[in-house]
């Protein structure tokens, strides 16, 4: 849940459900709980270690973090760091 008066934390959940939308449930799912389960679990493993990110300079997020932590961000995204505040 969301906490009151946070437009910058819904536009990014807005923009995720779009991803989704657009990438996920576009596609024939299974009806079985345990199928399910397993291609969303396929799909967020592809959109955190494969699938590049504009935002994040071509990266994928987890390939993001490491570089980060490296102190190796690529040009033109830092401020994707600078600006990021964790949800807590």
Do not use: C, I
Not at 9 to 22: I, K
Not at 44 to 58: E, F, K, S, V
């Amino acid at each position: 849940m969301l906490p009151p008066r946070s437009p910058k934390l819904n536009g990014h959940v807005e923009r995720l459900q779009r991803t989704f939308r657009e990438e996920f449930y576009t596609r024939p799912l299974p009806t079985g709980v345990r199928e399910l389960q397993a291609e969303l679990k396929a799909y967020l493993d592809h959109y955190n270690r494969r699938r590049p990110h504009r935002a994040l300079g071509g990266l994928a997020p987890l390939e993001f973090l490491a570089r980060m932590q490296e102190g190796s961000v690529p040009q033109g995204v830092s401020n994707v760091v600078a600006n990021y505040t964790p949800l807590t």
